[in-house]
């Protein structure tokens, strides 16, 4: 799996040439972007800065709706059920879009017919984070070896069955002939508390929230799940410099609305999207959380999700990954 700056750039020129293609009308009222998470953590931050951009720049108010749960599929039913409402709109991302329709056969929606990519947003590279105290390590290799010396297999969190996070070690315990037993929660927040008690040992995750534990010693991050290193964490290795080989992921959030729009409201709203993903305030913004954004990834999002759809879908079958198994 490798992720180059190529397959998140593209470039929306051709709508920024076309403004004779925009609706009149739109938008003639208030629209929301729907978080499929609580807030405060990077996609919940990420939608609110879209939507004062938007809000300031097409001159109607866009807000944001949290509606968490069931990995996504609460807020993704609502927004897939919004046929034609240009004003209806959802932060989705690689584990919504291109995973969970290969590991829940009972979706209530179908993410290739129900839904218009409007942008990609951001690539979010992972890392693997261990508590130094439970996991006496200090590189991938010590960490291998570490946790094969264990007599049973070895606990992570996850921020549940099915997410990025959980596949991403499952794609580990493949690569690196490791044994270690899945603990999802619920609330993400709470893998923080625990990691950083020592009640959790370790975690493949979106850097962010462990960055200031990981500054202070009491969390340690060994490597990044990226092709190349995170400018944000320079000296730590990518999972292929550190031995993984093959080892790469890199997650991504994206806005999407539901189908059957009038293509005038889609040629504004990716337009307004890209203007907003290209500021350098909003890359400055969200650099130290460690998002890239990626501002040319309007005009090809709809044939990423299809080259992400048919990357994960092999994985997935490959590694017969599944909900039930940890």
Request: charged share 15%.
């Amino acid at each position: 799996m490798n992720f180059t700056r190529r397959q998140f750039a593209a470039t929306a020129c051709a709508a920024l040439a076309s403004p004779h293609a925009f609706s009149a009308d739109y938008p003639s009222k208030t629209s929301r972007i729907v978080v499929p998470l609580g807030p405060g953590n990077p996609m919940d931050t990420l939608g609110r800065a879209l939507a004062t951009s938007l809000g300031e720049t097409l001159g109607q108010p866009f807000v944001v709706e949290n509606r968490p749960g069931a990995a996504g599929q609460i807020a993704s039913e609502g927004i897939a059920k919004a046929v034609g409402d240009p004003h209806q709109l959802l932060m989705g991302s690689l584990g919504i879009m291109g995973i969970s329709p290969f590991l829940y056969p009972n979706l209530p929606y179908d993410v290739k017919r129900d839904f218009t990519p409007v942008a990609l947003c951001a690539a979010v590279p992972y890392a693997l984070v261990i508590n130094p105290r439970v996991v006496p390590v200090n590189t991938v290799a010590e960490f291998l070896q570490w946790a094969r010396s264990q007599k049973t297999p070895t606990p992570y969190a996850s921020v549940g069955s099915g997410s990025v996070s959980h596949v991403c070690t499952v794609a580990l315990t493949n690569a690196a002939g490791i044994s270690l037993t899945q603990v999802a929660y619920r609330q993400p927040s709470q893998i923080v508390t625990d990691m950083v008690k020592g009640d959790m040992p370790m975690i493949i995750d979106t850097p962010s929230p462990y960055l200031p534990f990981a500054a202070d010693g009491r969390l340690r991050i060994l490597a990044v799940t990226s092709p190349r290193r995170m400018s944000i964490l320079p000296n730590v290795p990518t999972m292929a410099e550190a031995g993984v080989a093959g080892y790469d992921v890199v997650s991504w959030f994206g806005l999407y609305a539901p189908r059957d729009l009038p293509p005038a409201s889609v040629d504004t709203l990716r337009t307004h999207v890209a203007r907003a993903l290209r500021s350098p305030k909003l890359r400055e913004q969200f650099l130290p959380q460690g998002l890239e954004i990626t501002p040319d990834g309007a005009a090809d999002f709809a044939a990423f999700n299809e080259r992400e759809r048919t990357r994960w879908q092999a994985f997935i079958q490959r590694n017969e990954v599944k909900l039930d198994k940890m």
